[in-house]
């Protein structure tokens, strides 16, 4: 199965998750979860727990999808491995593909807007494609690495943690998001020239949320191999400003001006609207 191919099946897959995993009025279906005393507890409004429970929710299909498409998948062995899931193909171990699982929320003022999420680390096992560093695999190994990303809208009322709830009345429990939307791109094309997430060497992705869905992120004119090579030499090479000062560079633009490219490729959307 070649990259075209895997990134059509798994857009297939994406195409039908949000169905799977909500309500006919669009709320998330996990209400809460359950003791033995047949109690339902509400869940945390934390977007990291949000996050772990609908990926756990969504595994079946997972498993499913792999199956039907004859690969064995391989979970990240670690909290800091990436992928999530290497999926592997039963014919030829050679084809592998890297699939991230991302979840996001949805800007309440600015709806078009989501919070972002992280693209993986521009650390060793980047820099170095043949590196075992915090990668399941080495990322060379990969014939392309995709994200199989779900937005969602936060419920605005505050959410009751201790409440509990007899499960005959577990559908009165409002879920703690709703509206939830299913993406699958390479990471390459919704990313950002911007980390991710503080002191961390995290790739940052783009933010707008039509753009992600069509997958045009800053690189996306430029292509593959810019993404590599800026993430690569992300924060490393230095350059004199108008002032003669030295800086470093952490912009797309002054790395496409300082590789001689053609800065005017570089994709860019106002995000006011």
């Known amino acids: 199965m070649d990259k075209e191919t895997f990134d059509k099946v798994l857009r297939e897959l994406a195409s039908n998750l949000s169905s799977y995993v ?123 690495h995709f994200c199989l990303g779900a937005i969602y809208d936060r419920i605005r009322t505050p959410v009751d943690e201790t409440c509990l709830t007899p499960i005959e009345n ?7 998001i709703t509206n939830i939307r299913f993406f699958v791109a390479e990471k390459w094309k919704i990313a950002s020239d911007k980390s991710g997430s503080g002191n961390t060497a995290n790739i940052g992705s783009i933010t707008r949320i039509d753009d992600i869905f069509s997958g045009k992120g800053v690189f996306s004119n430029l292509g593959e191999n810019w993404f590599d090579d800026y993430w690569t030499n992300f924060g490393k090479i230095s350059i004199r400003d108008a002032r003669g000062n030295l800086k470093k560079i952490t912009s797309l633009k002054d790395f496409v001006i300082y590789r001689g490219g053609d800065p005017s490729l570089i994709f860019e959307r106002n995000n006011k609207k």
């Open 170 to 176: 577990l559908h009165s429990v409002t879920s703690v």
């Open 22 to 144: 909500s309500t006919e009025d669009g709320q998330w279906a996990i209400k809460g979860f359950i003791d033995i005393y047949k109690n339902v507890y509400t869940i945390s409004s934390d977007t990291k727990i949000i996050s772990k429970i609908l990926e756990i929710h969504l595994f079946p299909k997972i498993l499913e999808f792999a199956k039907e498409h004859n690969f064995f998948i391989v979970l990240a062995e670690h909290q800091n491995y990436y992928p999530d899931i290497s999926f592997i193909f039963k014919d030829d171990e050679k084809i592998k593909f890297a699939v991230d699982i991302k979840t996001t929320y949805r800007e309440v003022e600015k709806p078009w807007l989501c919070n972002g999420f992280t693209l993986g680390s521009h650390g060793l096992y980047f820099e170095n494609r043949k590196s075992t560093k915090n990668i399941q695999f080495p990322y060379s190994s990969y014939l392309g």
